[in-house]
Nanobody, 115 residues
Framework: QVQFVESGGGLVQPGGSLRLSCAAS????????MGWYRQAPGKQRESVAS???????GYAEPVKGRFTISRDYVKNTVYLQMNGLKPEDTAVYYC?????????WGQGTQVTVSS
């Protein structure tokens, strides 16, 4: 059974940083690509960042230059380093394979950017 467990969210002031973690229940090598997604209140879930098995990373335009995705195959964990956070980054953040598996969504981790 595939499970992704996100952690690392919290309340941070604008301009601050957070590092999100996503622990996978199976080997990350099972998936060609992994991604981070987010859903803000009243909005649809959107893709934030992705990384392939070869290490190629891609980012949504609003987070380019501020977020960095990485993964650790030994720990079977995907990370999202978020710097220069803005209030519009406030959302629940999820990880999933890319494209996402509908049965694989976890609980997510809440990120709130506010002064």
């Amino acid at each position: 059974q595939v499970q992704f467990v996100e952690s690392g969210g919290g309340l941070v002031q604008p301009g601050g940083s957070l590092r999100l973690s996503c622990a996978a229940s199976i080997s990350l090598s099972t998936f060609y690509a992994m991604g981070w997604y987010r859903q803000a209140p009243g909005k649809q879930r959107e893709s934030v960042a992705s990384i392939t098995s070869g290490g190629s990373a891609g980012y949504a335009e609003p987070v380019k230059g501020r977020f960095t995705i990485s993964r650790d195959y030994v720990k079977n964990t995907v990370y999202l380093q978020m710097n220069g956070l803005k209030p519009e980054d406030t959302a629940v953040y999820y990880c999933n394979r890319r494209p996402p598996g509908e049965d694989y969504w976890g609980q997510g981790t809440q990120v709130t950017v506010s002064s």
